[in-house]
C-alpha cells in the first residue's frame, strides 16, 4: 500500500487522530495560537483547548447550526478558534448590517480560504482583495449592464430560457424527475448567454458535465476536507474529497479555457457577444498601451542596475572579449532581443568563437562554430554540463524533472528516464511498431482534408505526442480527445511565454513576475502539472508493481520501493515524478513535430527532392509497411532527413548552460557560475564544416557513390552530457513519419503560391518553427 492510500485510510482511524494531534502540537507551539488570551476586549467564546481550538464543540459537517446554538450563549458577536485559526462570527440583522453596511470598508475585505487560492491565486471577481478586485467587479458590473443586466433584452433571453426550461420538464410526462438538475441548466445558460454570447442545448455533451461538475464543486467546497485543508494543507491535499476538488475544479477551468480560446479566435472587437469578448478587447486595448509601461520598466531597470553586481564587470581581464557594454543595460541595445540568434552571429564574426556579452547584469559567454561548441561540450562536458537556472522556469520547476535541474537529482532522474525508455522499446523494434500504429492515424488525419489546404502542425503535434504518450503514459490519445488537445495547447503556449519580452525581462532583471504574460505562463504551466497529476494519478490507482506498462509506472515503482525501504531524500516523489513527465511531454513534441513541419514544407518547395525521396520509397518499399530497418537501404531520404534537421536549425541557441567551476578555456578565464549559450546554429551552419551551409543541400549527407555519410557537426541534438536523451526515439519517429507521408502523399504549396513563393523564415520563439505552415498533401495511394 503506498503512503497516499495509508494516509487515506488512516483519515478515518484513531491512530491516525494520534498522529494529527502531534503534529497540531509542533504546528501550534511555533504559531500565534498562544496569543489568543493578549486582548482582553475580544468578543466572547467558548473556552478553546490548547491544542485544536474549538474543533471538539462545533460539528464541521453542520457548522453553520453549531455557529448558530453557540450564538444563543455568547450574543450576536462571538469568537471561536478553528484549531489555530481565530473566527469572529457575526449573528442576527443588526449585528450583519452594522458591520457590513456602517463598517463596510473594514469589513469588505475577502477571506483567503487556501483550497481555492491554489487556483485562483488572487484572480477573477469573488475571491479577490484590493485593486485587482475593485477593478474587476467595476468592469463586470459594466459589462453585464451592457449585455442587459437588469434590462429587457435581459428578461428576452430569460423568457426564452423559460420555453426550454418548459419544454424539458414535459418531457418527463409527468414522472419524478431531478428538479435540481433541470433547473441549474436553465440558470447555467442565462449566465452563458451574459458570459459567451450564446446557451447550450440541455444535450449538449460539454454542457451537462460542466453544470454537474459546478454543482459537484459547491458540494466539495463545503466539506470537512475542505476545511481540514485550509487549516492544514499538508494533511488535508491527502483527503480522497481534496484530490477530487482539484480535478473538478481543473475540468471547469480546462472547459473554461477551451471556450475562452475559441471566442479569442472569432473575435470582433466591433461586435462583442458577450463579456468574455468585452473582456478580450478591454485586454486587447491595455496591451498596446503597454509601450509606456515599457518605458516606465526601463526606468525601473535604470534603478535596479545601478545597485546591481553590473559594476564588477570589468574585474577579470582574462575574460573572453566581446563589445563594451554600456555602464546601465550592457550590451542589450546591441542586441535584438527578438532575433538573438542572429544578433550573437553578428557579433561571433567580430569577437571569435568565444566571447562575452551582457544582458542587462548579466554575463553571458558564448561560444560559437564547431570545434568550439565540441571541445566545450565534449572535452569540457562535466565543467560545462551544469544547467543554467531561468527565473521564470524556476517558479514552475523548482529545480525538479531533468530538463532544468541540476546535481545529484539530474543525473540520477536522467539515468532512470534513459534506461527505462529503453526498456520500454526506445530505439528498438517495439517502439517502432507504435510509431507505425501512429503513423497509420495520422495518414487518416491528413486524408480528411483531401487535398485541400491545411494547417500542418497540429497533426503533426498530436503524432509526436502520442507517442510519448505510448512510452511515458502506455497508451496514446485520439486527436480530438480534449485532455489531450488542452494538454498541446497548454505546452505550447507555455513555449510562446517563455519566448517572449515579458519573461526575457523577468528572467534577466527579476522583476515583472505580475507582468500579465508572466502570470500567464505560470497559470499555463500549473494547469499543465495539473493535467499530468490526473493522468498519473489514474496510473497510480491501476499500478501493478509486477507489471509495469509505462514510464509513468516504472517511476511510482521506483518511489514505493525506496519508500518501503525508508530511504529518505531519494529523488523520486511526486513532484519530481510529475516534472519529469511533464517535461518528456513538453521536449518531445513541439521538437518532433517542427522538423516533420519543416520536411514538409522543405519537400513542397524543392519538388525535385521529394521525387527523388519518393523514387527510392517507391523502390525499396512500394506500397508495403515501413519498418524502421528500411533506413539502411534508403540513402537519399536518410541524407535528406538529416538535412532537413541541419537546414531548420530548429533550437539555434540550444539551452543556456553554465559553469561549474573556474576554466580556463582556449586561453580565457570563464569564472564559476558564468551562463554559457552555445550557439548550435552557428554549428549546424558552419563554413568551415558544410560545402554549402546557407542552402538546403541533402548532397552534405552523400559519398560520390551516393553512399550515406555521417558528419560530425551534425548535432542537432546537441552533445556532451547534455546531449538530448530523446535522439533515438526522435531519429526513429522522423524516419517513420517522414517516409509513410511521402510514401502516400505529395506535399505542394497552398493554391496561388508558387514553390518559389514558400517562404523559409523561421519565426522566432523558443525555437526556430516555419512561418509557412499551410501546405496541401494530394493522396498518391490508387484506393484513395
Ligand atoms: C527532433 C527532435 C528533437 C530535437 C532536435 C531535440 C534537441 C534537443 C536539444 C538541442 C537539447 C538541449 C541540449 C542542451 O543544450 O543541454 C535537448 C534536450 C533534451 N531533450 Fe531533446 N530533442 C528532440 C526530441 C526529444 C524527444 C522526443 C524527447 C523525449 C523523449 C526529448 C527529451 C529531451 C530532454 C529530457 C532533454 C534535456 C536533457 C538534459 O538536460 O539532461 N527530446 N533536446
Not at 492544514?232 to 475544479?249: A, H, L, Q, Y
Not at 560545462?384 to 523548482?398: A, D, Q, S, V, W
Not at 488542452?486 to 519580452?501: D, F, Q, R, Y
Not at 538530448?724 to 524516419?735: I, K, S
Request: charged fraction near 25%; include cysteine; hydrophobic fraction near 40%.
Amino acid at each position: 500500500m503506498g503512503l497516499v492510500d495509508a494516509l487515506v485510510l488512516a483519515s478515518s482511524s484513531v491512530s491516525f487522530l494520534g498522529a494529527v494531534a502531534v503534529l497540531l502540537v509542533t504546528y501550534i507551539m511555533s504559531s500565534t495560537f498562544f496569543s489568543l488570551q493578549k486582548d482582553r476586549k475580544e468578543p466572547p467564546g467558548p473556552r478553546p483547548l490548547p491544542l485544536l481550538g474549538n474543533l471538539p464543540q462545533l460539528d464541521l459537517g453542520r457548522m453553520y447550526f453549531s455557529l448558530v446554538e453557540l450564538s444563543k450563549k455568547y450574543g450576536s458577536v462571538f469568537t471561536v478558534y478553528l484549531g489555530p485559526k481565530k473566527v469572529v462570527v457575526l449573528a442576527g440583522y443588526k449585528t450583519v448590517k452594522e458591520a457590513f453596511v456602517n463598517h463596510a470598508e473594514e469589513f469588505g475585505e475577502r477571506e483567503k480560504i487556501r483550497l481555492l487560492h491554489e487556483f485562483t491565486e488572487g484572480n477573477g471577481v469573488v475571491w479577490a482583495n484590493g485593486d485587482s478586485w475593485k477593478e474587476m467587479r467595476r468592469f463586470v458590473i459594466r459589462s453585464l449592464k451592457d449585455f442587459g443586466m437588469g434590462k429587457k433584452v435581459c428578461g428576452e433571453k430569460i423568457i426564452e430560457e423559460s420555453h426550454h426550461l418548459v419544454g424539458e420538464i414535459e418531457k418527463f410526462k409527468g414522472e419524478a424527475f431531478d428538479t435540481t438538475q433541470t433547473l441549474s441548466f436553465a440558470v447555467a445558460n442565462i449566465i452563458c448567454s451574459m458570459v459567451y454570447g450564446s446557451r447550450f442545448e440541455y444535450d449538449d455533451p460539454r454542457f451537462a458535465p460542466l453544470v454537474d461538475r459546478m454543482m459537484i464543486y459547491h458540494k466539495l467546497l463545503a466539506t470537512p476536507s475542505a476545511q481540514v485543508y485550509s487549516l492544514f494543507p499538508s494533511i488535508g491535499k491527502w483527503f480522497p474529497n481534496t484530490k477530487e476538488f482539484f480535478k473538478v475544479f481543473s475540468a471547469i477551468m480546462t472547459f473554461n479555457s477551451e471556450l475562452f480560446c475559441h471566442l479569442k479566435e472569432t473575435l470582433n472587437p466591433q461586435k462583442c457577444r458577450g463579456f468574455v469578448d468585452a473582456f478580450l478587447v478591454q485586454k486587447q486595448h491595455l496591451e498596446t498601451s503597454s509601450v509606456s509601461f515599457l518605458g516606465a520598466v526601463a526606468v525601473l531597470l535604470v534603478t535596479y542596475i545601478m545597485s546591481s553586481t553590473f559594476f564588477s564587470l570589468q574585474k577579470d581581464r582574462k575574460e573572453p572579449p566581446g563589445p563594451r557594454p554600456l555602464p546601465l543595460l550592457g550590451n542589450l541595445l546591441q542586441l535584438d532581443l527578438g532575433r538573438m540568434y542572429f544578433s550573437l552571429v553578428e557579433l561571433s564574426k567580430k569577437y571569435g568563437s568565444v566571447f562575452t556579452v551582457y544582458l542587462g547584469p548579466k554575463k553571458v559567454v558564448v561560444l560559437a562554430g564547431y570545434k568550439t561548441v565540441k571541445e566545450a561540450f565534449v572535452n569540457h562536458a562535466e565543467e560545462f554540463g551544469e544547467r543554467e537556472k531561468i527565473r521564470l522556469l524556476h517558479e514552475f520547476t523548482k529545480g525538479n524533472g531533468v530538463v532544468w535541474a541540476n546535481g545529484d537529482s539530474w543525473k540520477e532522474t536522467r539515468r532512470f528516464v534513459i534506461r527505462n525508455l529503453k526498456d520500454f522499446g526506445m530505439g528498438k523494434k517495439v517502439c517502432g511498431e507504435k510509431i507505425i500504429e501512429e503513423s497509420h492515424h495520422l495518414v487518416e488525419e491528413i486524408k480528411k482534408f483531401k487535398g485541400e489546404v491545411f494547417d500542418t502542425s497540429r497533426p503533426l503535434c498530436c503524432a509526436a505526442a502520442n507517442v510519448i504518450c505510448s512510452m511515458v503514459f502506455g497508451n496514446r490519445f485520439e486527436y480530438d480527445d480534449p485532455t489531450f488537445t488542452s494538454l498541446i495547447h497548454h505546452i505550447l503556449k507555455a513555449h510562446e511565454l517563455l519566448g517572449g519580452l515579458s519573461s526575457q525581462i523577468f528572467n534577466l532583471f527579476g522583476i515583472g513576475k505580475w507582468f500579465p504574460k508572466n502570470q500567464e505562463f505560470l497559470r499555463v504551466t500549473d494547469s499543465t502539472k495539473e493535467m499530468v497529476l490526473q493522468l498519473v494519478t489514474g496510473l497510480e490507482e491501476s499500478l501493478q508493481p509486477n507489471m509495469c506498462r509505462s514510464l509513468v509506472d516504472a517511476l511510482l515503482v521506483k518511489k514505493q520501493t525506496l519508500e518501503d525501504a525508508e530511504i529518505s531524500n531519494s529523488h523520486f516523489h511526486n513532484e519530481n515524478i510529475l516534472m519529469t513527465v511533464t517535461q518528456l511531454f513538453s521536449a518531445g513534441t513541439d521538437t518532433t513535430a517542427t522538423t516533420l513541419m519543416w520536411g514538409l514544407l522543405l519537400m513542397a518547395k524543392y519538388p525535385q527532392v521529394q521525387d527523388q525521396v519518393q523514387d527510392e520509397v517507391r523502390q525499396v518499399i512500394g506500397g508495403r509497411q515501413v519498418q524502421p530497418e528500411d533506413r539502411r537501404m534508403m540513402p537519399v531520404t536518410d541524407a535528406v532527413i538529416h538535412e532537413v534537421q541541419r537546414f531548420a536549425n530548429i533550437v539555434p541557441m540550444s539551452l543556456p548552460h553554465r559553469t561549474n567551476r573556474d576554466v580556463i578555456f582556449q586561453g580565457h578565464t570563464i569564472s564559476k557560475g558564468t551562463t554559457l549559450f552555445p550557439l548550435l546554429g552557428s554549428v549546424l551552419y558552419d563554413e568551415s564544416e558544410w560545402e554549402k551551409p546557407h542552402s538546403f543541400y541533402p548532397a552534405h549527407f552523400l559519398d560520390k557513390d551516393g553512399k550515406f555519410v555521417k558528419r560530425d557537426a551534425f548535432m542537432p541534438f546537441f552533445a556532451g552530457q547534455r546531449q538530448c536523451l530523446g535522439e533515438n526515439l526522435a531519429r526513429m519517429e522522423l524516419f517513420i513519419f517522414f517516409t509513410t507521408l511521402l510514401q502516400r502523399f505529395r506535399f505542394t504549396p497552398p493554391p496561388g503560391v508558387s514553390e518559389e513563393e514558400l517562404a523559409l523564415t523561421p519565426v522566432m520563439g523558443l525555437g526556430f518553427t516555419p512561418s509557412q505552415d499551410k501546405l496541401c498533401a494530394v493522396s498518391l495511394m490508387s484506393e484513395e
